[in-house]
């Protein structure tokens, strides 16, 4: 029988109730072969790069407080869902677990920020995964855990590890045998490499492990389940009046996360599509509804105008202090100095003595990125805006979101415009 992929992100497993919705879910599915891949619980993440932070700062007090909080937080959870009497083995792993992290905090980094964050913030997986395999298995769900560090392999660029498909293969074919179990479990977002370290896939890379298991174990169709109800032309939160797309084909999908919309990482299509495996996008909230589907399309597809918007953008421009041309040896000299600080570049303007770019606000790597290009370049950069993208634009939906608005970089395709523009927080209508 075919394989499908589950995917549960934070807000799925976000209390003992979301975990009860996850399980009535999969109950639907529990006679079919599946990998449910599941994310830390929400927030997880968000508290173990503060842990991460007073870690590295030396505040060891402080970082007792928040470590006990997360531990309280996950017991908490496993109480409710199984009950005291029943659940001193989860209780006991999540202890060891919890142990595990603490032994990583007694010693002060001796490492970058980058392996230390992997180390550190990779155990909001391995808390969530617990819980939710005890849970499944108490209520007569079957299940087996798979360490996601056991069967997807890495380099060791930490906090973007690159997979070695061809060992990850051979590594899933060990760990995920459906003669012997139907349903497994296993963590988002985590990795591991050769020499035994856990790297991650950057940050909402749960998506991307569905998509790589997918690839590896020749599924017939990924499912990302999310609290939305299915692909929207753009972020409900941030715009009013959305509309849910019923089909996106890869290709669109691509540009759409290119272009930073949070609703698939950017690099989950990849491995998707090169088998034509289609990923559908549904909500946990109301699983009997249909849901969007990203497929394989030979044919154009009408969309309405779909709207992503980026914050915490700098423009950065640079001009060459001795007023030569910007042209190929500079751009290598420049492009060469973001990768090797791992700097996103969103956009890219030049003209004959000015380079531009529109860049994620990284305060770990963009300071240290801007020093040393002003070796060579006077450096010049705007903080505190917003990229502004729109797919399948037209010039009233353009009037709409840029009017009264500073807009300091634009840029217009056949069918993408994007905009550079102050900030501004909330609903845009």
């Known amino acids: 029988m075919s394989v499908r992929i589950f995917k549960f992100g934070g807000a799925s497993v976000k209390s003992a109730e979301a975990i009860r919705n996850l399980a009535q879910i999969v109950s639907q599915y529990q006679h079919e072969n599946l990998v449910i891949v599941v994310s830390a619980m929400a927030k997880t993440t968000n508290n173990l790069e503060e842990v991460l932070s007073v870690w590295m700062k030396g505040d060891f007090d402080l970082l007792e407080q928040k470590v006990s909080s997360i531990e309280r937080f996950h017991v908490d959870t496993a109480l409710e869902l199984i009950g ?12 060891s677990l919890f ?8 010693v002060r980094p001796a490492k970058n920020y980058d392996f230390h964050y992997d180390q550190i913030v990779s155990f909001g997986e391995l808390f969530s995964t617990r819980i939710v395999n005890h849970y499944l298995n108490h209520i007569g769900i079957t299940n087996k855990l798979v360490d996601a560090r056991r069967c997807l ?42 020499i035994g370290t856990t790297t991650t896939l ?6 991307y492990t569905a998509a790589i298991l997918a690839n590896l174990l020749n599924a017939s169709d990924v499912t990302i389940w ?12 941030i715009f009013v009046d959305t509309q ?32 034509k495996i289609p990923l559908h996008v549904r909500s946990f909230l ?20 779909v709207l992503v918007l980026k914050r915490k953008q700098v423009l950065v421009t640079l001009t060459p202090r001795d007023f030569s041309f910007v042209i190929e040896d500079c751009l290598s000299k420049i492009f060469a100095m973001l990768y090797r600080y791992r700097v996103k570049v969103n956009i890219i303007h030049n003209s004959a003595i000015n380079f531009t770019v529109c860049v994620d606000d990284e305060p770990l790597r963009l300071p240290q990125a801007i020093q040393e290009l002003q070796n060579d370049f006077v450096v010049r950069y705007n903080t505190n805006l917003m990229l502004l993208t729109i797919r399948h634009y037209s010039a009233d939906v353009i ?5 009264n608005r500073t807009v300091y970089l634009q840029q217009r395709t056949r069918s993408t415009a994007r905009f550079v523009m102050d900030s501004e927080e909330g609903i845009l209508s």
Not at 99 to 106: D, G, H, M, P
Not at 252 to 257: P, T, V, Y
Not at 399 to 403: A, V
Request: proline share 4%; hydrophobic share 30%.
């Open 84 to 95: 005291g009497n029943t659940s001193h083995i989860l209780l006991m792993e999540l202890r």
């Open 99 to 106: 142990l595990q992290l603490r032994e990583k905090l007694t």
């Open 153 to 194: 392999r890495t380099d060791t660029t930490y906090r973007e590890g690159i997979i070695d498909e061809s060992i990850s293969a051979q590594l899933c074919q060990r760990e995920f045998d459906f003669s012997i179990v139907r349903i497994y479990l296993t963590q988002g977002f985590i990795a591991g490499t050769e």
């Open 202 to 207: 950057g940050r909402e890379g749960s998506d």
């Open 226 to 237: 999310k609290d939305v109800e299915g692909i929207l032309n753009a972020d409900p939160k």
């Open 244 to 275: 849910k797309l019923e089909f996106v084909s890869y290709q669109e999908a691509i540009e759409l996360a290119y272009c930073g919309a949070q609703i698939i990482h950017p690099k989950t299509i990849k491995p998707i599509q090169n088998k």
């Open 286 to 305: 109301n699983s009997n509804a249909t849901g969007s589907t990203i497929a394989h399309s030979d044919k154009p597809i009408s969309l309405p105008p």
């Open 399 to 403: 009037d709409k979101y840029t009017w």
